[in-house]
């Protein structure tokens, strides 16, 4: 399969996971979006923008994009708990 076709359909699979989540309440949808948004971000810098295939850039990206959404999850489970 195509590398961008694979992509495509995680991304939907990621879309479809993220709407399920719109019945949920709280903290427990606040955390689950937030790992959604970094598991979207990760398969665009991987898929389409190929990060993955430069040593280090993928993990230059994705750290401080997951310590910024690890700090907002405990800002919700704080603020919402």
Do not use: S, Y
């Amino acid at each position: 399969m195509d590398p961008l076709i694979r992509c495509w359909l995680q991304l939907m699979g990621l879309t479809a996971a993220t709407a399920l989540l719109a019945g949920v309440d709280g903290r427990l949808a606040a955390v689950g979006l937030l790992a959604l948004a970094w598991l979207k971000a990760r398969a665009i810098l991987r898929g389409f923008l190929h990060l993955g295939d430069a040593p280090g850039w993928l993990g230059a990206f994705m750290l401080p994009l997951g310590l910024w959404l690890a700090g907002l999850a405990g800002l919700c489970v704080l603020v919402l708990g």
